[in-house]
């Protein structure tokens, strides 16, 4: 059993998942798979490979998930946990360094960034780089962090962050969330550019650029009430 | 006494008893939402009593001061009832996450 772990929450990407989950088979990592309550079988289209799954019975949200699956590689023993999404979007490469860079034992938590480089940058739909230049600004009103990106998907945590970060926000906001626990638990962090499959099925079926507002409010709500 | 009196005031009564069946809280509590329910009663019998109190903190009519306070009153019950919505659902997540944990199951791959 090796002692890195791979989160990835998986709603119904069933087109997807198991292309995502081969990409990273060889790397000899451990995949858990958090399917959260999906109507597709998820299950069975993955049977067959190297993985744990795990089953939320009713859809709960894509931060619970990860929370669940952080869990659930802690109790297994995990030294290092990473998030990933199941539609593709993101590169084994990426991940590597990641991990490569937070094995070094200086940083708590690696975050990837589509806007290091001019390379990964030019690659993002014009919309949701507007879109996500406002979030930076919110995320530093909500969390104190200026990062470069808002919402990426791809972080590592070594076992203290995974241990002392506890996502709430059920739904889309635990992006904020998370950096909100970075700050106050003052953990070490790093961004790493990373790039995005900007697939026209990722496009269609990941968040639609209206939820950020959806987002916003989410953080809103936690904050005030 | 007029035909809407006789509803406010039957209406009151039911709400009362409904309260009391369901509602089994602490004695203080319950003398509180009875005193509440009392002053209903006395003001749908004496309409002219809620605009004196109306006039006093300088509002029109005693209707109108009603109204105000409902706006608040419902706002804050508003509130009181997402907390306990989301501490329900952070509970209910919790117990999912547990369930769930417990029914993982390893796949391994036979070829390798």
Request: net charge positive.
């Amino acid at each position: 059993l090796s002692n890195i772990f791979i989160v990835i929450p998986c709603y119904n990407e069933i087109r997807l998942i198991r292309a995502t989950v081969l990409s990273l088979l060889s790397l000899q990592y451990e995949i858990v798979i958090v399917d959260d309550g999906s109507s597709e079988n998820i299950k069975d289209e993955i049977s067959d490979l190297r993985i744990h799954y795990i089953r939320h019975f009713v859809n709960l949200g894509q931060g619970a998930s990860l929370q669940t699956g952080t869990d659930y590689a802690l109790q297994n023993g995990a030294n290092y946990v990473a998030h990933f999404d199941a539609d593709g979007q993101h590169r084994r490469e990426d991940l590597e360094k990641m991990i490569d860079l937070i094995k070094e034992g200086n940083i708590d938590v690696v975050l990837g960034s589509r806007f290091l480089t001019s390379e990964s940058f030019d690659q993002i739909p014009k919309v949701r780089k507007y879109i996500l230049q406002v979030a930076r600004i919110i995320n530093v009103c909500f969390s104190g962090l200026w990062l470069t990106d808002a919402h990426n998907g791809l972080r590592v945590l070594n076992k203290r962050t995974a241990t002392s970060i506890r996502l709430k926000e059920n739904r889309m906001a635990h992006a904020t969330e998370i950096l909100q626990q970075i700050k106050t638990k003052k953990l070490n962090w790093r961004e790493v550019s990373v790039k995005i499959n900007y697939t026209k099925y990722s496009q269609e079926k990941g968040q639609s650029n209206w939820n950020a507002l959806n987002i916003l409010f989410d953080l809103i709500i936690r904050k005030f009430i | 006494m007029t035909l809407i009196q006789v509803i406010l005031i039957s209406a009151v009564i039911v709400l009362l008893l409904l309260y009391l069946k369901f509602f089994k809280n602490a004695l203080l509590q319950r003398s509180l939402f009875i005193l509440v329910f009392i002053t209903g009663i006395v003001a749908v019998v004496f309409p002219e009593l809620t605009n004196r109190v109306a006039n006093f903190v300088g509002v029109g009519r005693g209707a109108d001061l009603l109204l105000y306070l409902m706006v608040i009153i419902f706002y804050f019950t508003f509130i009181i009832l997402y907390r306990k919505l989301n501490k329900i659902q952070e509970i209910q997540t919790e117990i999912i996450r547990k369930i769930s944990i417990r029914n993982a199951v390893k796949f391994s791959n036979e070829e390798e």
